[in-house]
Each structure stands twice: as C-alpha cells, then as structure tokens.
C-alpha cells in the first residue's frame, strides 16, 4: 500500500504532515482532540479549540478527509485538511492546536 498524508495545518507553527495509511480508528477523544490509532498501536493525537459537548464535526471533518485522500491516485500523496464551514464552542472556526505522537 502507498503511503498518504494529510496536511494539517496547526496554529502557530507551519503545517505538519500525518499519516493516513494503515489507520484503524478515528476517534473523538475529548472537546477538543481526535485521536487516529495506527496498525502496531502507535496512535496520532490532534488537539483543536475546543467544542461543544458531543460535537464530532472535527473528528468527521478528518474521517472525510482521510477517506478521499485515499480514493485518489497514488501519486498524489499530500491532501489538505480544511476545518472551514465548522463552529466551534466560541462561535469560530476551530483551529489545530497541536499534534502529539504516542
């Protein structure tokens, strides 16, 4: 399988790249983190502006992303990570805080 990475960019700092090959879960792990768990257990986590109780809009924003990624061609291995058209809690579009690996 060819790798992919989504482009994410992350407030303060340039963007960062995250792996989308070999993923086996996206999920919603608080208001404001998504966590994307990998084959062998290492796990990414994408901390963003918090949202409001039970909104997944970010963690589906990522999952959509991740998808159509996936269902282009192999050559085009970078795809953006747009959250535009989400609100979070304050009544902004959520930011990416930062990125942690485990």
Known sequence: ????????????????????SDI?????????????TYVGGKKVTINHDAMAANNEEVRDRIE??????????????????SLAGITDAGGAVPEVTSIDIA
């Open 24 to 36: 086996i879960i996206v999920e919603q792990a608080g208001t404001a983190k998504v966590e994307i």
């Open 1 to 20: 399988m060819d790798t992919k990475y989504l482009e994410v960019t992350v407030k303060n700092e340039q963007t960062q790249l995250v792996r989308i």
């Open 64 to 81: 959509s992303a991740i998808v159509d990624a996936l269902q282009t061609k192999w050559r085009d291995i970078v795809h953006p990570l």
